[in-house]
C-alpha cells in the first residue's frame, strides 16, 4: 500500500484514490506493518487486539490465536511461566515493566521475547487497557549464549567494567578467584575489591585503555580473595556500544605466578651468568695482557739469537758453519711463529684462525722444516727421512708457515715418542687440477703406538694417550688440536693408522694453489749422466735419494754399506768409469761413511782419492766437521737433505756452477728511497735506536715525543711516513692517528702512519688499522721488515731530501766471504769492552746487562752502546722518581706507563730482572694496594740502581778511552 504522510494533520492522509484515511484506520496500518508484536487487553485480559506479527512469534494462525484465550500463557516456557504470571499480577502496582521470556512454539522451537507492558489509562485516570509491545531478542540471546560459553570456557577470567570502573559482568572463573557470586560483584569498583595500591594501578589502566582505545598487555600483581598475591598476564581493551563509542573496559587475565617466578630465577641466573662472563671477560683480558707482556719479554731474547745469527753468518763462516748457522736462524723463526701462535689461542679456541697465501716452495719448506727437528731426532739414534712424490708442483700458494707449524707438531711428538727406528715424512699427491692440488702427507714412526681405544682422544686438547705418557715424555697435548684446526682450514681430515709396539702414521690432507706457471727450476743439465754412488744403510733413505737424483738426471747407484762402496768405487776406477761424487751416509755398520772416505784418501789411484764426497748425517756430533775437513770432504749436510741445497751442493761439488759470479735470487742488494720520516716515540733509548737504524739508511728524521708533538709537527710540515708508537703519554698514537686522519680528510691527503709497538696480541694491528694506520709492525724491529713496510707505504713521490735510492747489503752467506779468514761480529772498536768484561770485578757489575743482546741492538757499534748507556742512566732515573710521585698520588695510569717505558728502555740492553720487576709492577698497578705497590717499586728501583751501576761503568769505560 503506498501511503502518504503529513506530519501536520493526520486526517489529511488519503488513499490513492484520493480517499481520506480514518484515523483508526491509520492506526491499525501502521501496528500490522510494524515488525514487534503489538497487542492489547481489558483489564480483565480479554484480548482486544494484536497484529499479525504474532503468527511468527508463536507459530500459529492468528484466527487460532485468538479462539484459545489460555494459549498466550501456555506458550510460555514452564521455567519462565511463574515469574512472567508474578510479573503481571504486579502491574497495577509498577504501571509498566519489562521481562524477558521464552515462548515455545508448536514445532518445539524456541525463541526469547523481550516484552514491554503498560497499563493504558482514560481521561479520568482511571486503568482502561493494559497494551504491550514485544520484541524477538533470540538473536541477541544466542549471541550472549555464545559470549557466555566463550567466556566461561576460557581458561582465564574475564571482567568486564562500565566506564565509571563497576563491575558489570564476570566469568565464573574470575567470580571463583574473587571468592564471591557475581551478583555481589556487579556494581563494585577496584577500590571495593582490592587493597589501595593495587585498586589505583587498575583504574589507571582503565584509563589509560579509554584514552587511547588501544589494548594494554602486561603482568601485573594481583590478590586472591585468601590475600595470596600472585601475578596475572592481563589484556585490557575497550569495549564499544552500537554507536561505536567506548563504553567500557573488558580485562582479560590468567595466572602466570609459576611462569614470572621462572623468568625471575631466569633473569637472576642471567645475572649471575653476566657477571660470570664479565668476570671470565676480565679473566681473558688479564689472560691477553699477560700474553701480550710475555710476547715483549719472549721477542727480546729471541731478538738476541737471530740478530746474533745474522751478525755470524755475515762474516765468513765455513759451509758446515753456515748451515748450522741457518738451521738456528729457521728454528728461531719456527720459535717466533710459535710464539705468535700462542698469541693467536683465543681465535683457535674460537675456530677463527686466519691463513695467508702466498707463493712458496713445497719441498725447500718441508725440508727446512725436518731439519729443524734434526737435532732432536739424531740425539735419540733416529733416522729421519722425507719423501716428496716427484709429479707434485713444487711451487704452491698457501700458508707454508702453517703447513710447517702442522709438519713440526707431528713430527716433534714422533721424535718424542720413538726410541729407535726412523721416522719418515711423505707427500704424494692426492687429487689436482690445472689451479689447485690435494696433498696427502705422512708422519710415519717405529714408535710405541697409540691403542685403538685412546686414538681419537689425541686429537682433544691436553689429550695425551694416557696419564703415564705425560709423565714420561711431558708436553701439554695441546699440538694435535691445533694442527686439526689448521688442517681444517686447508680443506683437510686428519687421522692416525698405528699399532701399539710398531709405530703410528699421521696422515693429513691440504689443499693448495699452484703457481702458473710454475718458476724455472735451477738448470741440472749439466749433471745429465753423472754418475754418482749413493751409499746409506736404511733401504728408505736409498730409495729416496734415489728418485731424488735420478730426477736431475744422474746416473745413479746405490749400495748399503760400507764395504759395498768400496768395492763398487774401485770396480768403476778400475773399469775407467771412476765415480766423480759419492753421497755418503755417517753412521753405518760395520763401516761408517768417516771410514769409507779416509779408506778414499789413502787410494793411491787418483780416479778414487779424487772423488769428492757428500757426507749426510742423522746425528751431528762434535768434531764431524774438523773431521770431515781432514778428510777433504766437500760438503757435510744433515739429513734429511733440503732438495735445493742438495742439489746446488752436487752442481758446486762436481764443478758445474761458479757460485761467486752468481748471485742467489734474493741476495741483489736492496735500494730504498730515502725519506723524511717523522718518529713519535716517547722512550729516549728507544727514540735513539730507532733514530739510529733510520739515519743510517739516510733517511731524514723529525722526532716527536708524544701523540700530541706528531700531530703539531704534520700541521707545520709534510712527510712521507710517520712511525708512530701506540703507548705514549699525553695523547697516544691511536688517538694520535685518529686526529690526524680527521684534519688530512680536509685537506684532501694522506701520510702514511705505521704503527710501532712491543704489544704483538693478535687483534692490536686490526686496533691500529681501525683507527686509520697504514701498516704494523711488533718490536723487537726486524730492520729490514721495517724498511720494507715503509717502502711499500710511500708512494712514488717522496718528500726526501734526495730522490738517490740507498742500497743496503745483503745478508747473503757469501758476502765478503773468504774461505781462509774468519772474524769475529763487532770486532773492532771492542778491545775496550773484551778487557772490561774479562775483570772479574767488572763482570759481577756488568752481570746486571746481558751484553751480547745491548751489542746485538746496536749492531755491534759499541760507541752507540755507550751513548745508550748514558741516556738510559738519565731515563731511568727520571722514571723511578716520576713512579714514586705517582705512587703517593695514586696514579695508576702513570704507574703502568712508567713501568712499561722502563721495561722497553731496559730491553735493549737485556736486562732481565729489571724486565721482569717492570713487568709485575706494570701487570700489578690498577689492582694491587699502596702497600704493595709501595714494595713493587722498590724492588724495581734496586734492580735498577744495579742496572745504573752497570751503566755507569760502561759510560765510564768510554771516557777513559
Known sequence: MDIRTSYMDLGSLHTAKDQPFTRDQLVRTLINAARHLVWCTSMDGKLLYVNRVAERVYGRPLKELTADPDYWLDAIHPDDRENVVANLDNLLEKKHIEQDYRIVRPNGSVIWLHDRVSVVHDANRKPKFVGGIGTDISAIRESEALYSSLVECMPMQVVRKDMKG?????????????GKPLEELVGKTDFDLFPKDLAKKYRQDDRRVVKTGKVVNHVEAHEKANGERVYMETFKGPVYDAAGNISGI?????????????????????????????????????????????????????????????????????????????????SADSLLRLLNDILDFSKIEAGKLDLEHHPFSLRDCIGQTIQTLGCRAGGKGLEMLCHVAPEIPDMLVGDAGRLGQIVVNLVGNAIKFTEQGEIEVDVNLESGS????????????????????????VFESFQQADASTNRRFGG????????????????????????????????????????DPQPTP???????????????????????????????????????????????????????????????????RPMDGFAVAARLRQEQDAALSDCQIIMLSSAVKAGDVEQCRQLGVA??????????DLLKTILKTTGHCDPSQASPKGNAAKTYRKLKVLLAEDGEVNRKVAVGLLSHQGHEVVVAEDGVEAVAALDEQRFDIVLMDVQMPNMDGIEATRLIREKEHELDRHTPIVAMTAGAMKGDE????????????????????????????????????????????????????????????????????????NDPAAAKTLSAIDMKTARERCRGNDSHLRILAETLIGEATGLMKSMREAVDSQDVQSIRRGAHSLKGAASVFGASDVLEAALHLETIAESADLADLNAQVDKLDEEVGRLVAALILLSKQDAEC
Not at 434 to 457: C, F, H, K, N, Y
Not at 772 to 795: F, H, N, Q, T, W
Open 166 to 178: 563497576k563491575v558489570v559482568f564476570g566469568n565464573e572463573l574470575y567470580c571463583q578467584s574473587m
Open 250 to 330: 573488558q580485562i582479560m587475565f590468567w595466572d602466570v605466578t609459576q611462569r614470572h617466578q621462572a623468568e625471575q630465577e631466569v633473569l637472576a641466573a642471567k645475572e649471575v651468568a653476566e657477571a660470570a662472563k664479565e668476570m671470565a671477560e676480565q679473566a681473558n683480558q688479564a689472560k691477553s695482557e699477560f700474553l701480550a707482556n710475555m710476547s715483549h719479554e719472549i721477542r727480546t731474547p729471541m731478538n738476541g739469537i737471530i740478530g746474533m745469527t745474522e751478525l755470524l753468518l755475515h762474516t765468513t763462516p765455513t759451509s758446515e758453519q753456515r748451515d748450522y748457522l741457518n738451521m738456528v736462524k729457521q
Open 434 to 457: 690445472e689451479d689447485s692440488v690435494d696433498l696427502q702427507i705422512s708422519v710415519r714412526d717405529t714408535g710405541i703406538g697409540i691403542p685403538p681405544d685412546r686414538q681419537q682422544a
Open 476 to 515: 701439554t697435548g695441546l699440538g694435535l688440536t691445533i694442527s686439526t684446526q689448521l688442517v681444517e682450514l686447508m680443506d683437510g681430515r686428519i687421522w692416525l693408522e698405528s699399532e701399539v709396539g710398531t709405530g703410528t702414521t699421521f696422515h693429513f690432507t691440504a689443499r693448495f694453489g699452484v703457481v
Open 522 to 588: 735451477v738448470d741440472a743439465e749439466a749433471l745429465h749422466g753423472v754418475p754418482v754412488l749413493v751409499v746409506d744403510d736404511n733401504a728408505t733413505s736409498r730409495s729416496i735419494l734415489d728418485e731424488m737424483l735420478r730426477q736431475w738426471g744422474l746416473a745413479v747407484t746405490v749400495v748399503a754399506d760400507g764395504e759395498q762402496a768400496i768395492a763398487e768405487l774401485q770396480r768403476a776406477a778400475a773399469d775407467g768409469q771412476a765415480y766423480p761424487l759419492a753421497i755418503l751416509d755417517s753412521v753405518m
Open 635 to 644: 760438503r757435510y749436510m744433515q739429513k734429511p737433505a733440503v732438495h735445493s
Open 766 to 837: 686490526e686496533h691500529c688499522l681501525e683507527a686509520g694506520m697504514d701498516g704494523y709492525i711488533a718490536k723487537p724491529i726486524d730492520p729490514e721488515k721495517l724498511y720494507d713496510l715503509m717502502d711499500r707505504c710511500v708512494s712514488d713521490e717522496t718528500i726526501g731530501s734526495s730522490s738517490d735510492p740507498v742500497s743496503v747489503a745483503p745478508e747473503d752467506a757469501n758476502a765478503n766471504a773468504s774461505p781462509d779468514v774468519e772474524r769475529d761480529p763487532g770486532k773492532g772498536d771492542d778491545s775496550e769492552l773484551t778487557e772490561l768484561m
